[in-house]
């Protein structure tokens, strides 16, 4: 039976979730504040997490920052694009505005507990101050995490997979092109520029050096 945490301060939606999972064949834990929701997964840890933002004592940010390795879903009255794009890269799963439909939810549950029982062939690419997750599509630099575009995250993980390597520019746009087919040669230097821009910031490091009529290459100075 997977067992799912409900962590939301609100009682009556948290009772009525309970009622959902429990008939739905699902064993429920729960917790109303932060705090207690970190004590709840210090246990034994569940399936899958509800995760509601506006808690007392720790926010529900804080939580989800300290939550490793179970899938957490969102669920909070907070609709704004930004604030779910901000809470995906931070290691949410799923988001779900409330007030939300309960069958909707319930298919949002389901997708979350299939994905975690497929094996999952996790990697994570390293170099000097840098990690990439091919997993997660997530990119920390001097251990920040950092937004990439499509195109930039595609030519970081091309680099850091061949971090020994001059990449030449037809080989990155060659091995790129299905992740990112609207980058072309004409605009391949202003992708890596920025990229280049958005790790210094983080590190103070240049880590994409030009190799004059060649391509690109990954450095430590």
Request: aromatic share 4%.
């Amino acid at each position: 039976m997977k067992k799912i945490a409900i962590i939301d301060d609100d009682v009556s939606i948290s009772d009525m979730l309970a009622e959902l999972l429990t008939r739905e064949g699902y064993q429920v834990q729960r917790a109303y504040s932060g705090t207690e929701a970190l004590l709840l997964l210090a246990g034994e840890k569940p399936d899958l997490i509800l995760l509601d933002l506006m808690l007392p004592g720790l926010s529900g940010e804080e939580v989800l920052s300290q939550i490793e390795q179970v899938p957490v879903i969102v669920v909070s009255a907070k609709a704004d694009t930004q604030d779910k794009v901000n809470l995906l890269l931070s290691g949410a799963a799923d988001y779900i505005t409330k007030p939300f439909d309960t069958k909707e939810l319930l298919a949002r549950i389901a997708v979350q507990l299939r994905n975690i029982e497929k094996p999952v062939n996790r990697t994570v690419l390293h170099f000097d101050e840098l990690s990439l997750d091919l997993h997660r599509h997530q990119v920390t630099a001097g251990g920040q995490m950092i937004h990439l575009t499509k195109t930039e995250y595609a030519i970081l993980k091309m680099l850091m997979q061949n971090p020994t390597q001059v990449i030449t520019k037809n080989q990155i746009l060659d091995r790129i092109s299905d992740d990112t087919p609207d980058c072309m040669e004409s605009s391949l230097k202003v992708h890596i520029s920025n990229l280049r821009r958005k790790l210094r910031q983080s590190t103070g490091k240049n880590y994409i050096e030009a190799v004059w009529g060649i391509g690109f290459q990954l450095q430590k100075k």
